[in-house]
């Protein structure tokens, strides 16, 4: 029988929304959890798995069919539930909520007051903070920061070196091409342009030039250069970044000038 690492503490029962959930006590020590250390509430032990380091800290609360295992760690007053996963080396901390059918994998971070929700997945180094939304089927993986009052949502996939702050530092277009995907754009953390579509992703003059290469001559040309067009407007005119900002990947440049 395989040795169980903690135990629900039946006398730290807490009623939660109608639910009884228990706070859990390791009973063995594992990763960076000390024999009798407690941790945070649970609704079952279906809810963090038996094995592996994963662990629920404080005030934070896993239930209904949600899961949380690998060596992921969820702390804080975070809140993991419905039919949500978190696993890998993810964290979830602070007053942030992953629920839905959510995912949240690899070395992502969710906190703050950022919520996950819907079939959204946030992997890779992702980190979504603040009062940022990701739902619906939208996918934040790579390098990507979203931050701020951010929502990324419906078929969305923000990647590489995004750094999101608001909605206006992201667009997306869906149906587009022969295949009807979903192109994404958003500020890179230099403060330039990169284009998402398909398995393409690079500058706006990278795409276009790739676009004219794949569809010179075709209808999906007009389309697509409409559309860097579009994109290019989008980000220079009506949402130009401001005198005083700075992008991320600029500043650390200058810091790094300076030693």
Sequence with gaps: MKTKKYELVAEKSIEYFGLK????????????VSAGEEGGFVESEKNVDQSGNAWVYGDAKVYGDARVYGNARVYGDARVYGNAR?????????????????????????YGDAWVSGD?????????????WVYGDAQVYGDAWVSGD?????????????????????????????????LTAFRNSFGGITVTRGCFIGTLDEFRAAVIKKH???????????????????????HPLGAGDIPPGLKAEASRSKI
């Design 120 to 132: 959204a997945r946030v992997s890779g180094n992702a980190r979504v903070y603040g009062n940022a």
């Design 216 to 238: 010179g001559g075709t209808l999906h040309e007009k389309g697509y250069l409409g559309l860097a067009n579009y994109i290019e407007w989008h980000f220079t005119e009506l």
């Design 86 to 110: 978190v696993y890998g080396n993810a964290r979830v901390y602070g007053d942030a909520r992953v629920y839905g059918n959510a995912r949240v994998y690899g070395n992502a971070w969710v």
């Design 150 to 182: 951010a929502r990324v949502y419906g078929d969305a996939w923000v990647s590489g070196d995004a750094r999101v702050s608001g909605n206006a530092q992201l667009l997306w277009v869906s149906k587009v091409g022969g295949e009807l995907g979903v």
């Design 21 to 32: 959930l228990f706070r859990i006590r390791a009973l063995i020590s594992f990763g960076v």
